[in-house]
């Protein structure tokens, strides 16, 4: 059974940074490409960064370029979302998936699925004074 886990949410200051990781059991994270989303209260889930398997390219949408980076580490299986300079708008639950699909470059969508449609159950950022 394959299951996802996204851990390193909290509450930051605006300003402030955090790491999510996701792991997995039953599955090799670094074998496959990996999405990061999010959905905040009220609001569609939006695609925030995707590590590609294809053709190894990340990519960002455009709210969080330059401020967040999404990394592997091939020793522990895991990825990784460093955030940096958040703001009250990246209050969201963060969620990871063995999937993309992310608007970047000012409107053009990218995506990548292989018929495998697993994610986590989330981990809640809350930015905030």
């Known amino acids: 059974q394959v299951r996802l886990v996204e851990s390193g949410g909290g509450l930051v200051q605006p300003g402030g940074s955090l790491r999510l990781s996701c792991t997995a059991s039953?599955?090799?994270?670094?074998?496959?490409?990996i999405g990061w989303f999010r959905q905040a209260p009220g609001q569609e889930r939006e695609g925030v960064s995707c590590l590609s398997r294809h053709d190894d390219t990340i990519h960002y949408t455009d709210s969080v370029k330059g401020r967040f980076t999404a990394s592997r580490d091939n020793v522990e299986d895991a990825v990784y979302l460093q955030m940096n300079s958040l703001k009250p708008e990246d209050t969201a639950v963060y969620y990871c998936?063995?999937?993309?699909?992310?608007?970047?470059?000012?409107?053009?969508?990218?995506?990548?699925?292989?018929?495998?449609?697993?994610w986590g159950k989330g981990t809640p950022v809350t930015v905030s004074s």
């Open positions: 039953g599955f090799i994270l670094n074998d496959h490409t």
């Open positions: 998936a063995s999937l993309c699909g992310l608007y970047y470059n000012g409107g053009d969508y990218y995506n990548e699925y292989y018929g495998m449609d697993y």
